[in-house]
């Protein structure tokens, strides 16, 4: 059974710039969650899709963006980079449903910081 | 309003002592509570939940938590903590009819000497 794989693990870009983060959800998971855990300070929930829809989003202006492909894997897409979006970027599956049976499975993220 | 309390940002104690991390929730609604663990540069591990049942939860490593309803409560307790135990510590919360949703506290750096 794999487990939640995240890509890149570290990434530097300059502000204003646009960033794609990628993860692949752990086998046999089919909702994807994505998490901003700022330095120094819990994750906070991004948003969650599920059938590649999605389904659930926390207080993240519009240029936060996702993408749910048919495999289940994820992309984040952040426009127009801002220096408070340096942070580690979360990427957690489960089963809809299953959640709070089951969990979340995360992955060790990506580490973005923007110059 | 709902949240999630963790009271301590970091807690130092000696390799053998035992240890409480405390956590602290604020709802109107049903939850389900549970730990995580983060080591450096690492990802989150679910150390363990409470979903309903019996108030005192058994985790991972020899860890367990007790859920207090009255006092809104989930601290989480090691007997005796080692050198590998060294990490931040995660309370979380699911508010139902939020949409299974994490909601975490600030965290605690839990530091553990010789």
């Known amino acids: 059974e794999t487990g939640v794989t995240q890509s890149p693990t570290h990434l530097i870009k300059t502000r204003g710039q646009q960033v794609t983060l990628r993860c692949s959800s752990q086998?046999?998971?089919?909702?994807v969650s994505w998490y901003q855990q700022a330095l120094g300070q819990g994750p906070q929930f991004i948003f969650q899709?599920?059938?590649?829809?999605?389904?659930g989003r926390g207080n993240f202006p519009p240029r936060f963006s996702g993408l749910q492909f048919p495999n289940y894997s994820s992309e984040l897409n952040v426009n127009a980079l801002e220096l408070d979006d340096s942070a580690l970027y979360l990427c957690?599956?489960?089963?809809?449903?299953?959640?709070?049976?089951?969990?979340?499975?995360f992955g060790s993220g990506t580490r973005l910081t923007v110059v | 309003a709902q949240s999630v309390t963790q009271l301590d940002s970091q807690v130092p104690v000696f390799e053998e002592a035992p240890v409480e991390l405390r956590c602290n929730y604020s709802?109107?609604?049903?939850?389900?509570l549970f730990w995580y663990v983060q080591y450096p540069n690492q990802g989150l591990q679910l150390l363990l939940k409470?979903?309903?049942?019996?108030?005192l939860v058994k985790g991972i490593n020899g860890f367990e938590a007790e859920f207090n309803k009255s006092q809104t409560s989930f601290h989480l307790r090691k007997p005796s903590v080692h050198i590998s135990d060294t990490a931040e510590y995660f309370c979380?919360?699911?508010?139902?009819?939020?949409?299974?949703?994490?909601?975490f506290g600030t965290g605690t750096q839990l530091k553990v000497e010789l």
């Open positions: 709802s109107s609604v049903s939850v389900y």
């Open positions: 957690a599956s489960s089963l809809t449903g299953q959640a709070p049976n089951y969990g979340y499975t």
């Open positions: 409470y979903l309903s049942g019996s108030t």
């Open positions: 899709y599920y059938r590649e829809e999605e389904n």
């Open positions: 086998s046999g998971h089919n909702t």
């Open positions: 979380a919360v699911i508010f139902t009819g939020g949409g299974n949703k994490l909601t």
